[in-house]
């Protein structure tokens, strides 16, 4: 609940202030709305298997969460990247940023983040529920996670697998490589600035971004050394 409140306050703040109506707030709005559905996507299931104590979900609830799972969390990587791009923007070209980043412009890249995650994910969840599901479809996990669910099936799943590799390759390092080089550059323009009070004003316009992007990739890499150390 406070995960939501916290969010929704964000959106509703951001859309009542017309000062805040700018690219920066624009971005931090969708990454609010995508964290109010990342978050109901699994939340409430684990609550009612904290609560209840049922712990059975159906195959196409399963699915149908795995979907949303991967497809809003493919999404926010993106909209970060996105962002990283309108700080590099708003402090290596201040005097462009107003002329580049229009509102067509941060429609069309909050948009093509969330098409290109629906579609990545989509399309993996295509072929996933084309497999079949019998016998011990127990999965060890607190929500329908892809490795678990190519677990439970008997079919060969390694090209599903490739894809899902290919997938991770593409929307994780990709994003992280193209985040990395947008704060190189902050980072280079930040250090040309004579003053000490210039510098840490233009640090602190993107601090939050930068702590969120760490935490985030942090957590990531770590998810993903402990599933392929399980795997070994």
């Given at each position: 609940m406070l995960t939501l409140a916290g969010n929704g306050l964000i959106i509703a703040i951001v859309w009542a202030e017309p000062r805040l109506q700018i690219p920066v707030?624009?971005?931090?709005?969708?990454?609010?709305?995508?964290?109010?559905?990342?978050?109901?996507?699994?939340?409430?299931?684990?609550?009612?298997t904290f609560v209840v104590a049922r712990t059975a979900i159906c195959t196409p609830c399963c699915l149908l969460q795995a979907?949303?799972?991967?497809?809003?969390?493919?999404?926010?990587?993106?909209?970060?990247?996105?962002?990283?791009?309108?700080?590099y923007l708003a402090i290596c070209k201040p005097l462009c940023y107003p002329t580049i980043m229009t509102s067509k412009l941060c429609l069309q890249l909050a948009?093509?983040?969330?098409v290109v995650g629906?579609?990545?994910?989509?399309?993996?969840?295509?072929?996933?529920?084309?497999?079949p599901f019998c016998g011990n479809n127990v999965i060890n996990h607190f929500y329908c996670d892809a490795g678990p669910i190519l677990r439970a099936t008997y079919?060969?799943?390694?090209?599903?697998?490739l894809l899902g590799l290919l997938a991770t390759i593409l929307v994780i390092p990709g994003s992280l490589v193209f985040t990395m080089i947008s704060?190189?550059?902050?980072?280079?323009?930040?250090?040309?600035?004579p003053?000490?009070?210039?510098?840490?004003?233009?640090?602190?316009?993107?601090a939050s971004h930068l702590t969120v992007v760490c935490l985030l990739y942090g957590a990531v890499f770590?998810?993903?050394?402990?599933?392929?150390s399980t795997l070994l």
């Open positions: 707030y624009f971005f931090l709005c969708n990454l609010s709305f995508l964290e109010i559905w990342y978050t109901t996507t699994v939340i409430p299931k684990l609550l009612e979907f949303f799972h991967f497809f809003l969390g493919t999404t926010e990587f993106f909209i970060l990247t996105v962002m990283s791009f309108d700080r948009l093509s983040s969330w629906f579609t990545l994910v989509f399309c993996h969840v295509v072929l996933l529920i084309q497999l079919a060969d799943t390694n090209i599903l697998e704060y190189i550059y902050i980072l280079s323009t930040i250090l040309q600035i003053s000490a009070a210039g510098c840490q004003k233009a640090f602190s316009t993107c770590v998810h993903v050394s402990e599933t392929h």
